[in-house]
Structure formats: C-alpha cells, structure tokens
C-alpha cells in the first residue's frame, strides 16, 4: 500500500496568492523607505534653511500695538498665538532642554507676561512680535532670582 505524503509548505499557487497580496504592502514600505532616505539626504539644507513663521504673531512690533490699541480682544489674539508660538518652541527642544519649563509660572503669570509683550515692542517698534516672544521665552528660561 502506497502512502500518500502531504506537505505543509504552501503550493506555488498559494505562494502568487501571498505575492499578489504583499505587493501593496512593498509598494508602501519601498515609498516609506525612500521618503526616509530623501529626508535624510535634505535633513542638512533643511536645517540651513530659515523657518516662516505664520499666524498673527508673524508681523511687526508696529502693528501689534496699532492693531491693539484699546482692544483687549485683539491683544488676547496675539497673545494667544504666543502661547501656541512658546509650545512650539518647547515640544521642538531637544531631549534634556526645557524638560520642566512652565510657561504660565506663579512667578510670572500671564498678565505679566502680556504686559512683558507691550513693553517689548514699545521699545522696538521696528522688530518683529515674535522676536519679542523669543525674548519672553528666554526670560521664562531665566531661574527666578
């Protein structure tokens, strides 16, 4: 009597089937993959390159207090995006770098911190709100004396 053996590799029918449905997926992975690898080649001009900042907050000293004077709700606007613009700045530190940062400390509340705003660009008029927020920024770095 003769036995018939029975293998459980896969047949080359079931091997094209598995195929057929891997290639999506290797189109995925290769498109991943080469996506990596152009970041990586570009990564050095990137960093070279300056950032364009955007939003409310991206225009000059001169505007902010013409567009704020006498009107809180526009101040909180610009403010507001100085929060969101000091976010940014903290969830981009490196590892070890602002790790704890308040940026609404009891030390310097926010009132205080819109106040820090008006003054800097009372001071200069011909810089940029945002350089005003980095200073802000520093300032919140600073250890309280």
Same mark, same amino acid.
């Given at each position: ?27 995925? $992975?290769?498109?991943?993959?080469? &996506?990596? #690898?152009? @970041? ?7 960093? %070279?390159?300056?950032? =364009? ?20 709700? $526009?101040?909180?606007?610009?403010? &507001?995006? #100085?929060? @969101? ?7 981009? %530190?490196?590892?070890? =770098? ?28 011909? #810089? ?18």
């Amino acid at each position: 009597m003769m036995s018939r053996r029975t293998s459980s590799l896969p047949s080359m029918k079931d091997h094209e089937m598995i195929s057929d449905c891997l290639k999506p997926r290797r189109r995925c $992975v290769l498109w991943a993959l080469w &996506a990596v #690898a152009a @970041g990586t080649l570009f990564m050095d001009q990137a960093e %070279a390159q300056s950032v =364009k900042i955007v939003g409310i907050g991206a225009s000059s000293c001169q505007y902010f207090l013409r567009e704020t004077n006498g009107k809180p709700e $526009v101040e909180k606007n610009f403010f &507001a995006w #100085a929060q @969101g613009y000091m976010s940014g700045l903290l969830l981009r %530190a490196p590892p070890g =770098k602002d790790e704890d940062l308040d940026l609404a400390p009891d030390v310097y509340p926010l009132l205080k911190q819109a106040e820090f705003l008006r003054s800097f660009c009372t001071r200069n008029p011909d #810089a940029d709100f945002s350089d005003g927020v980095n200073d802000l920024y520093r300032t919140l770095r600073a250890p309280p004396s």
